[in-house]
T-cell receptor, first 112, second 116 residues
Framework: EDQVTQSPEALRLQEGESSSLNCSYT??????LFWYRQDPGKGPEFLFT???AGEEKEKERLKATLTKKESFLHITAPKPEDSATYLC?????????????FGQGTTLQVKP | GAGVSQSPSNKVTEKGKDVELRCDPI?????LYWYRQSLGQGLEFLIY????????KSGLPSDRFSAERTGGSVSTLTIQRTQQEDSAVYLC??????????????FGEGSRLTVL
């Protein structure tokens, strides 16, 4: 069964303090790994798609990387507006092409 | 509006009542998805519509749940004889192409269902 585990569940950083969020996955065959950001009371907002090990994507202070077992979301010099819940999801070959398997998320709080 | 629109934003109902949740996707998007998010749990896939193809209903938790998409646009998720465990935020998303192309789903803000 495809599974996604994110750690830590919660992370508090000071503004400017860089860190990484982890997404470990077990999937029969990876079609894609996705990162989303979710603000309270809102729907998730797309950040990145990674398709194969070794791939990296960047957007502003965020950088996502992928290995065969996990993905990292690196946050460089975060700002308070980066505070949100970050969700990781995988699309495997065993499911249909609309079924993402989501982790439970990492809630990031960045203090000024 | 330019985004995915869901209604109602909040719904409180009594156990045993039926509820309908509506989703208006982004114009031109052929794919439509329903997920639900329960407290302390991740997003859970419910159903997926792609164009004129038969929907994938493999995520619907019981036969009390059904969904339809009319005219390739608006979708309605119906929950019959609601139970307290149905309480969750029901999220609708749409995309212009399948997940394999970009992975970008556009989510609405959700319908929060509370079953008393």
């Amino acid at each position: 069964e495809d599974q996604v585990t994110q750690s830590p569940e919660a992370l508090r950083l000071q503004e400017g303090e860089s860190s990484s969020l982890n997404c470990s996955y077990t999937v029969s065959g990876l079609r894609g790994l996705f990162w989303y950001r979710q603000d309270p009371g809102k729907g998730p907002e797309f950040l990145f798609t990674l398709y194969s090990a070794g791939e990296e994507k960047e957007k502003e202070r965020l950088k996502a990387t992928l290995t065969k077992k996990e993905s990292f979301l690196h946050i460089t010099a975060p700002k308070p507006e980066d505070s949100a819940t970050y969700l990781c999801a995988v699309l495997g070959i065993s499911g249909n092409t609309g079924k993402l398997i989501f982790g439970q998320g990492t809630t990031l709080q960045v203090k000024p | 509006g330019a985004g995915v629109s869901q209604s109602p934003s909040n719904k409180v109902t009594e156990k045993g009542k039926d509820v309908e949740l509506r989703c208006d996707p982004i114009s031109g998007h052929t794919a439509l998805y329903w997920y639900r998010q329960s407290l302390g749990q991740g997003l859970e896939f419910l159903i997926y519509f792609q164009g004129n193809s038969a929907p994938d209903k493999s995520g619907l938790p019981s036969d009390r749940f059904s969904a339809e998409r009319t005219g390739g646009s608006v979708s309605t998720l119906t929950i019959q004889r609601t139970q307290q465990e149905d309480s969750a935020v029901y999220l609708c998303a749409s995309s212009s192409s399948g997940l394999l192309a970009t992975g970008e789903l556009f989510f609405g803000e959700g319908s929060r269902l509370t079953v008393l």
